[in-house]
């Protein structure tokens, strides 16, 4: 299987794409249209020359947070996933990381990369809290809320948070 990884802007298609699985996955947060749009270079993960998922990154005070992480689900179960973040860890050594998620599938993957997992929200690093509270207010709007309330009706796994320290 041919994979690359690269850091570029989503095309419309691939946004088109990525918009109709979302409601495939009870354990991811809506992403809107607008936020993939201004996405600042996500890691763009390929197979054979198409596209098959993404992860954002946001920096800030010598943290990255990771996400919206998304494969299309045809790409589910191969392992590409971690091989995603496997790039972006190795391109951030020198940085702490953030990650947070209710899918039992990146549970696991944190642990295979020894990420801290931490008791709840109120062990998250300052820094991190400030940051998290900051991406909120940019991004609600009507459709979050309508989607939070979809999901309060959708079987969910636990939301957890993990940390690796530079």
Request: charged share 20%; aromatic share 12%; proline share 4%.
């Amino acid at each position: 299987m041919i994979i690359s990884v690269n850091r570029r802007k989503l095309s419309e298609a691939e946004i088109s794409l990525l918009i109709r699985d979302l409601p495939l996955f009870p354990n991811l947060a809506y992403v809107s249209k607008s936020r993939w749009h201004h996405m600042i270079d996500p890691y763009c993960l390929m197979v054979r020359g198409k596209f098959a998922g993404v992860c954002g990154i946001y920096s800030f005070d010598g943290w990255i947070k990771i996400g919206p992480f998304v494969l299309l689900q045809k790409y589910h179960g191969l392992g590409l996933g971690k091989h995603l973040l496997k790039v972006i860890f190795d391109n951030h050594k020198n940085t702490s990381i953030f990650i947070t998620s209710s899918n039992p599938v990146v549970h696991q993957i944190m642990s295979s990369f020894d990420f801290q997992e931490l008791p709840s929200v109120f062990f998250i690093p300052f820094k991190v809290k400030m940051f998290l509270i900051l991406q909120l207010t940019e991004h609600i709007n009507i459709s979050v809320a309508q989607e939070g309330i979809r999901k309060l009706f959708l079987q969910k796994g636990k939301r957890k948070y993990y940390v690796k320290h530079a």
